[in-house]
Structure formats: C-alpha cells, structure tokens
C-alpha cells in the first residue's frame, strides 16, 4: 500500500511539473479587432507592441516586463533586416518573410514558419523552442504562444513576438507579397 500511494505521489508531482514547464501559454492579440498596430499579451508574459505612429511599419515599440524599447528597421523601408537593442532580426533570403533569425544578446534563435507560406504557424528554435500559431486558422489577430519564454531577456522576447506580429500586420495590410 506504501509503495502504490509513492507511485501515485510520484506520478501526480510528474504530470504537475510537465504540465508546468511544457503548458505555458501565453496569448497574443491586438488590441483592438483588426488594429495591426497594437498588440498585447496576456497569461504568462506581460507584453505590449505597437507601432510608434500609426501605420508607421519601420518603427514599433515594445513593453516587455516592465523594460521597454525599440524595433526599428536598420535601414528605412528595409523590412529583412530589425534592430531590437542589442538584437538583430534579419530574414535569411531577401523579402523570406516565413524564416527569419534573431541574434544578439548572447541568444542565437531562428523562426519558421511550420509550412512555407503557413502564417498561421510558427517554430522558435535555438535557445529555446516555442511554437507560436493562431487560435483559429486565419484569425491573424489571435495567437497562442506555447513554451517557456522565461530565459529570454526581454528584447529577445519582443523580437520573438514581434516576427508573427510583422507578418501578419502586412499580410492584412496587403502588403505582402
């Protein structure tokens, strides 16, 4: 009778600490329905992104535990290639807006889209693995974020979140190409 009631202890303090680690998510979406600029978070991060001036897609900023910034293009018009601090962004073939990279601040990571062309969709892998996708296939102002986002500084985060943020405001926009 000990033993089983150990193996259960055991087994319930296992589902409990992976469900802890692999089940954080967050949400993100924009503020208002349909309003490209803005966007915040809610569950396990606290989160704010958002154009600087309306409609102005070189620069954004962002407020990310309580630290806030800049996300600007490192040359005007140039949407292949952010600065977020200390982080650069960058598409790795010119206007591939569905597999970028993010380096800086001692972090290495890259982002895709699960499908070529799937903006619904996303993998973060490198020095952490996140999966980013839409609440419902299309609904570009809704996603969930699932995975620990708790090593990253905060301008690796918001260089995180803003790669989804990116290409959907341009895709709604009609933008993209």
Known sequence: MNTILKLLFTSVLLIFSANFIWGQTTNLKTRYSNDWDSWESSGSLD????????????????????????????????????????????????????????SGDGFNLKAKTRYSEDWDNWEISGDVNLKIKTRYSEDWDNWEISGDLSKLSPAAKAAVLFIPIFAASIHQKGIHK
């Open 47 to 102: 989160a704010k992104i958002k154009t600087r001036y309306s409609n102005d897609w070189d620069n954004w900023e962002y407020n990310i535990d309580g630290k806030s910034g800049s996300i600007k293009t490192r040359y005007s018009n140039d949407w292949d290639s952010w600065e977020v601090g200390n982080m650069r962004i960058k598409t790795r073939y010119s206007e591939d807006w569905d597999n970028w990279e993010i």
